[in-house]
Nanobody, 129 residues
Framework: HVQLVESGGGSVQVGGSLTLSCVAS????????MGWIRQAPGKDPEGVAG????????YYADSVKGRFTISQGNAKNTLYLQMTRLTLEDTAMYYC???????????????????????WGQGTQVTVS
């Protein structure tokens, strides 16, 4: 059982910045494919950023490219999402998620596809106004 807990959400003004954190517990050492998925009211979940902790390769949705940065902390069980130049459309519940192990091991992860992620955190709300 892996537990993912997000934090760092809140209310920010348009153009502002916010950094979200995700801490995984109950894990064994290893490399994982992690992502940040958001869901805005009335919209489908959107995978906005992803990272393979083994290779360090990253993915960004076009909607956030150039504004968001995903990274793994020095504590390997910690994941960050740095968000800058926030817009009203960034308002959403943001979830830290992990792709299925078999997908990650074989490189079969579409970070933009929420269905590829089998384990999600409880989410942290980001409201831009």
């Amino acid at each position: 059982h892996v537990q993912l807990v997000e934090s760092g959400g809140g209310s920010v003004q348009v153009g502002g910045s916010l950094t979200l954190s995700c801490v995984a517990s109950g894990d064994t050492p290893g490399s994982f494919c992690m992502g940040w998925i958001r869901q805005a009211p009335g919209k489908d979940p959107e995978g906005v950023a992803g990272i393979s902790t083994g290779s360090g390769s990253t993915y960004y949705a076009d909607s956030v490219k150039g504004r968001f940065t995903i990274s793994q902390g020095n504590a390997k069980n910690t994941l960050y999402l740095q968000m800058t130049r926030l817009t009203l459309e960034d308002t959403a519940m943001y979830y830290c998620a992990r792709a299925a192990t078999w997908r990650c091991a074989t490189g079969r992860v579409d970070y933009g596809r929420s269905a590829d992620f089998g384990c999600w955190g409880q989410g942290t709300q980001v409201t831009v106004s």
